[in-house]
């Protein structure tokens, strides 16, 4: 089937950026949107950028403008790059992309495993 691995989290100040990465593996035959969610501490997980295959973008009101989320069909990897970042935006990231693992299998939605990003001084 199909594997999604993050990378990129960690912690960083206020004002500072990050950029995460999702890399999809294993049995792809066709792609269509990618994005992120992400969740903080009792809070629910949240929607905040999609791509589609052909590029459109999609963003959350609370990081619009401040994150830019890309892809690179070839390599079937979505970016999200973070900048000014606040401590709001403390949350555990997930990447989600919704695959065809063979013609005749249906497309689904697979998940990362999810990635820390912590913003503190």
């Known amino acids: 089937q199909v594997q999604l691995v993050e990378s990129g989290g960690g912690l960083v100040q206020p004002g500072g950026s990050l950029r995460l990465s999702c890399a999809a593996s294993?049995?792809?035959?066709?792609?269509?949107?990618m994005g992120w969610h992400r969740q903080a501490p009792g809070k629910e997980r949240e929607l905040i950028a999609t791509i589609t295959s052909d590029g459109n973008t999609n963003y959350a009101d609370s990081v619009k403008g401040r994150f830019t989320i890309s892809r690179d069909n070839a390599k079937n990897t979505v970016y999200l790059q973070m900048n000014s970042l606040n401590p709001e935006d403390t949350a555990v990231y997930y990447c989600y992309g919704d695959f065809r693992p063979a013609w005749y299998i249906r497309e689904a939605r697979y998940w990362g495993q999810g990635t820390q990003v912590t913003v503190s001084s």
């Open positions: 294993g049995r792809i035959f066709s792609s269509n949107a």
